[in-house]
């Protein structure tokens, strides 16, 4: 637990440093890899996928996590939004690594709800 007379720019610095180990670790643990050896046998546009399977979060994050130029994630994330392997959700959520509102993106069809089943959510009350 961070000391409340911290500066706040310390203490965000340990947030961002603890988002980014959370992301590469959750990857490392599904790919049974090490990054290290994922950044050497993987280009940008692979291992930006592939966290995103692992992971739902922010494209800011994800790139910083997986050492991918953020104009560059951003470009694949448009391509992967128009092949359909990519979805962001609808609502802005506090970005772990920036603390701005954005939107959370994923890879993972078990994270894509369609627009259908979020509208039925809500039928009943």
């Known amino acids: ?3 409340p007379f911290t ?3 310390k203490r965000q610095f340990k947030d961002r440093a603890f ?3 959370f992301i590469r670790t959750q990857v490392e643990n599904g ?3 090490p990054l290290s ?4 046998e993987y280009s940008e546009l692979r291992r930006y996928k592939l966290a995103l399977w692992y992971v ?22 448009r ?14 959520f506090r970005c772990p690594y920036t603390g701005d509102l954005a939107h959370l993106v994923s890879t993972n069809p078990k994270e894509q709800k369609s627009s259908d089943t979020q509208l039925k959510m809500f039928e009943n009350e």
């Open 19 to 21: 988002t980014l180990q």
């Open 56 to 77: 739902t979060t922010t494209n800011k994050a994800v790139c910083e996590a997986m050492y991918v130029p953020v104009e560059a994630g951003t470009k694949y994330k």
């Open 37 to 40: 050896q994922l950044i050497k």
């Open 79 to 92: 391509r992967l939004e128009k092949l359909g392997q990519l979805v962001s959700s609808t609502d802005e």
């Open 1 to 3: 637990m961070s000391n």
């Open 31 to 33: 790919t049974g890899k």
């Open 7 to 9: 500066p706040l720019h």
